[in-house]
Structure formats: C-alpha cells, structure tokens
C-alpha cells in the first residue's frame, strides 16, 4: 500500500471542558469552577468490573515465567529506592507526562485519567465531559504528550484529544478513515505541532492542531518488505501484519517491533522507507528502546525470559544484525517490560510482578529494587523527566504509581 507526501483533512470538533470523575477517596485540593462533577463514575467503573481493568494484563502472561519469588542473590544485595503514590482509582496506568515540574497528567485503561498540580505527590480523578459518560469508560488512554502547554492523549478503540491551553479544555481531532493501520503514538512539538504513528509504519506530522496531517514516510512497512529484497532478514520477507512498541527518539528516529517479535526496524527523518533489522536471537523481542532517549547512543532490547541486551554506542542502522551484548541482570524468568535510562550511568529496568532492577554502570550488571515487592500486579512502564529536575516514574497494573525518591 503507497501513500505518496500526501495530506488527509480532518475536521476538528469544538473544545470542551473535563470534570473531575467522583472517586471513594481523595486527598488531593479540589479543582476549579471549570470541573463539574460526575456521581455516576463509580457506579459505571463496579459494573464494568476488574476483569476489563487491562488489556496490558495479557502482556504480563508473557512476561512471567511461574516463578513465585524473585531471586535469592538479588533480594540480598537490594535496594528501595521508590515509593508508592496513592490514586483515586485502580486502574491500569500506561502512560504520565509533565507539562511543567507541578503540573502533569495520567492516563490509563477504563478512562482513567488523573491530574496533579504538587508535582505528583497528590492526583485528582479527571473526566472528559466532550465524551459520553457510558462510552468513556470502555477507552484505554493508552498516549499522553505535553510540551509548552500544549498537550495530545490517544486512546482505544481509536481517539485523539487535544488541548492548547494546558489541560483546561479539551477537543477531540477526528481521523481519515483512509489512515492506514491505527495510531499507535503521538507526540506534542510544539504550538499546532504534532507527530503521529501508526500500526502500519505511516508517520504523519500536523502543524495546525491535528486538522491536516502530512505523510513522511512513502510506503507501509508491508508494502516496503514485500518491495524489496529482505532475504537477509529473517521473518521480513512477505511480512504481513502490524507493528508494536513504536518509540520515538528525542531528534525524531524512530524504532519497532513486528507484532511477532521476529524482527525489528528503524527509520530516520527524511529516509523514504523503514529498515529491517535481524533480531540475532532465537528469543522473541519483548520490547526495544534506546539508551538515553538517543538512537545514536544505542540500542536496548528485552527477549522472552527475562533477558536484556544493549548495543554499543553509535550502531550501524544499515546493517542487518547488531552487536547487541547481555546484561547481567537475574530475573529468576520475570519478563522485563520497559527500560529507562535516569543518566549515563543509572539505568532501571521493570517488568512482571512488579519487579525493578537498577544498574550504576550503564547497564552492564543490574541488581534487585524491592519497592513493589509488597503490592501485587505488574509493571509495563518507566520514565525520567531531567527537564524537570529529573523526577521518575513506574506505572503498572492495579493503580500501581511509583515516584522516584534515590
């Protein structure tokens, strides 16, 4: 399927105001006059029930291994260097950004969606009123994205949401049926600016708020492996099916996993096609991202089982296989979901039944964290923010938030 430097329109429906959702319990300083309430929240969250809580859940089957009990060896030399932030609901979290150092948002399945004005220490429930109060709960707000009050939110079954004013109002950007595959990320650049991906490769960029977007990249992934010659890729050639675990670099490179786990591919701006890399394992990729928010810093990739592998600096994306070297990290046969780089030489690392594993040199030797040790569920992701004062954060299932306190 080719799409040429193509722009689809979209229509943009008019800014709404979100109220805050009622919650059982909350601490935190009640909201301005532009919030009204919705008693009926609860009510709709019991009657769905737990079972919807996540479909992240299913991700976390693949990641544990039967293994009751984290390792001897790491629980002996372990840390705790995290602490567990209460929320007003127990939903699974996927995703938190700041749009200043008090000032961020988070969002996960069941229409969680949460606000904090101290810096993440207090959170209150947030609703969008513009969604219909039964249709809300059933979206997974699974992308969140601020920079300079400016803000996105992507969520499933498909939806987009922006705001120009900091989270105050909120309008919802509808899109071309026409758009290949589902958007799977986006990312806020700025006034107007936005950067989208999709489940098939396409990336599109918009500089008037989402109302027009324009290709950037000449083909979808499919279309390009079954183009070209892609025998030196082992599962590239007559590739059908979707893309997983997109992740953007802070200049704009781009990396995926195919959905099976059998390759990856990398792309940079202004290439016309995506590359595919051998994954140099019989393992299955779990996940990848790069060290330090920069692709030319290397690479990281998970394996089923536990395994964690990080490139050298400055890798070759046209060649086929990287040098990819293994850590040494002792997961007993938990999965790793996601890895953050905090500085150059602290790294950690989260996966299932909430474990948490940090290195001091770079990533070469991790050791045990047990600061979820106590709270059941898993967690799929890890983020630093040193644009403000480099605060960290895990979230995972069950309402799971944790802050990093070194």
Do not use: C
């Not at 390792?71 to 979290?93: H, I, N, R, Y």
């Not at 700041?98 to 969680?112: C, D, I, K, P, W």
């Not at 290195?359 to 040790?373: R, T, W």
């Amino acid at each position: 399927m080719q799409f040429h430097l193509a722009i689809f329109a979209v229509m943009a429906t008019a800014s709404s105001a979100f109220a805050p959702r009622l919650a059982v319990e909350t601490t935190a300083v009640s909201s301005s006059s532009l919030f009204a309430s919705s008693p009926d929240m609860d009510d709709r969250r019991s009657f769905v029930g737990k079972a919807a809580t996540s479909a992240a859940a299913m991700a976390a089957a693949t990641v544990t291994s039967g293994v009751v009990a984290p390792p001897q060896e790491a629980e002996a030399a372990s840390s705790k260097m995290w602490t567990k932030v209460e929320l007003p609901f127990e939903d699974t979290l996927y995703d938190i950004d700041f749009e200043s150092e008090t000032h961020g948002y988070l969002v996960g399945a069941r229409g969680a969606f949460a606000e904090t004005t101290d810096g993440g220490k207090t959170w209150e429930p947030r609703s969008f009123s513009n969604l219909d109060a039964e249709e809300e709960v059933t979206y997974r707000f699974q992308i969140l994205s601020f920079k300079d009050g400016e803000g996105w939110v992507l969520g499933k079954p498909t939806l987009m949401l922006h705001t120009k004013d900091s989270g105050r109002t909120w309008e919802r950007i509808p899109l071309s049926p026409k758009l290949p595959g589902e958007p799977t990320a986006v990312i806020s650049l700025g006034p107007n600016q936005a950067e989208m991906i999709t489940s098939t490769g396409a990336i599109y960029t918009t500089d008037n708020a989402g109302r027009n977007w324009k290709a950037q990249v000449k083909e979808t992934i499919d279309a390009t492996l079954n183009r070209i010659s892609s025998s030196g890729v082992s599962g590239a050639s007559y590739f059908t099916g979707s893309i997983i675990n997109q992740v953007r670099d802070d200049l704009g490179a781009y990396l995926a996993v195919s959905s099976r786990g059998n390759f990856f591919l990398t792309w940079e701006p202004g290439q016309e096609f995506w590359i595919p890399h051998n994954r140099g394992t019989p393992r299955r990729i779990q996940n990848m991202g790069y060290v330090e928010g920069d692709i030319k810093k290397g690479l990281w990739m998970t394996l089923n089982g536990g395994k964690l592998l990080i490139s050298p600096t400055e890798p070759d994306l046209t060649r086929d296989t990287f040098d990819f070297q293994e850590a040494d990290i002792k997961t007993g046969g938990y999965g790793i979901t996601d890895v953050a780089w905090r500085n150059a030489d602290e790294v950690w690392a989260v996966g299932g039944s909430n474990t948490m594993y940090v290195s001091k040199d770079g990533g070469k030797k991790f050791s045990f964290d047990k600061s979820a040790n106590d709270f059941p569920g898993n967690l799929y992701n890890v983020k630093f923010f040193p644009k403000f004062g480099n605060a960290g954060w895990a979230l995972g299932s069950n309402g799971m938030l944790l802050r990093y306190t070194g």
